[in-house]
């Protein structure tokens, strides 16, 4: 641990991309942000990965121009009138984001 931060998690893994972890042989790991007893791990040694970024930016954007196409308002809460509406409207929206988190 550096700084209160785990090292050995799923995310500072070479083997892992935006799509899961890539060895083969590996267990499922249900936590990828926590410490884990992977024998397979190996640390990333190239950090920020710029393409897998563009590739989340890419996703987002397509997902946001589907919804915008389709009349989803992104914003719901101006059309719907009540308050129960609203809020279950923005909860829906928050979930949704909270999924392209980096």
Known sequence: ????VSLHTCKGCRHR???GCTE???ESVTDQE???FCDYFVIKTDGFNHKERLEQENARQQL???FQDSGIVKTPSDQLGSQEGKNQAA???EQL???FKP
Request: overall charge negative.
């Open 34 to 36: 926590t410490a884990n």
């Open 97 to 99: 984001e909270d999924l």
């Open 64 to 66: 946001d121009s589907l």
């Open 91 to 93: 909860k829906a929206l």
């Open 24 to 26: 083969p042989r590996a």
């Open 17 to 19: 991309n935006y799509a």
């Open 1 to 4: 641990m550096h700084c209160g």
